[in-house]
C-alpha cells in the first residue's frame, strides 16, 4: 500500500492549494482516504476523509466552509481543495487509508500513511 502526498507549498493567507493523494496497492471498495496535518510541536490533527464505500465526508470544525475534499477513484488520486487559507493551517498535511468502515479523526484508527507535503501560509 502506498500513498503519495503532493501539491503543498507557501502560500499568503487568503489563497488556496489544492493537495493531491495518489493511492497503490489496495481496492477501494470499504477504505476511507483521510487528510491529517501536523503542526510544529503539535498532534496530528485529522482534517478531512471520505468512504469509498458510501461517498460520505468528514470534516473538522476547523475547516468546513474551507475546505473540500473529492475523490477520482478512476485515477486513485484524492483531493484537498483548501481555500481562504489562514496562518493557522500551516502544517505537513499527510494522507492515510483504513480498510474498514471508520469515517473520523482518531489517526490510530489509520493503517497505512503517506509522506507528508508541507503547507506554509505566510500572513
Known amino acids: 500500500v502506498q500513498l503519495q502526498a503532493s501539491g503543498g507549498g507557501l502560500v499568503e493567507a487568503g489563497e488556496s492549494l489544492t493537495l493531491s493523494c495518489l493511492v497503490s496497492?489496495?481496492?477501494?471498495?470499504?477504505?476511507?482516504i483521510g487528510w491529517f496535518r501536523q503542526a510544529p510541536e503539535m498532534g496530528r490533527e485529522g482534517v478531512s476523509c471520505?468512504?469509498?464505500?458510501?461517498?460520505?465526508?468528514y470534516y473538522a470544525d476547523s475547516v468546513k466552509g474551507r475546505f473540500t475534499m473529492s475523490s477520482d477513484f478512476a485515477k486513485n488520486t484524492v483531493y484537498l481543495q483548501m481555500n481562504s487559507l489562514k496562518p493557522e493551517d500551516t502544517a505537513v498535511f499527510y494522507c492515510t487509508t483504513v480498510g474498514r468502515r471508520y469515517l473520523g479523526a482518531y489517526y490510530w484508527k489509520y493503517d497505512y500513511w503517506g509522506q507528508g507535503t508541507q503547507v506554509t501560509v505566510s500572513s
Open positions: 471520505i468512504s469509498a464505500n458510501n461517498g460520505k465526508i
Open positions: 496497492g489496495f481496492t477501494f471498495d470499504d477504505h476511507t
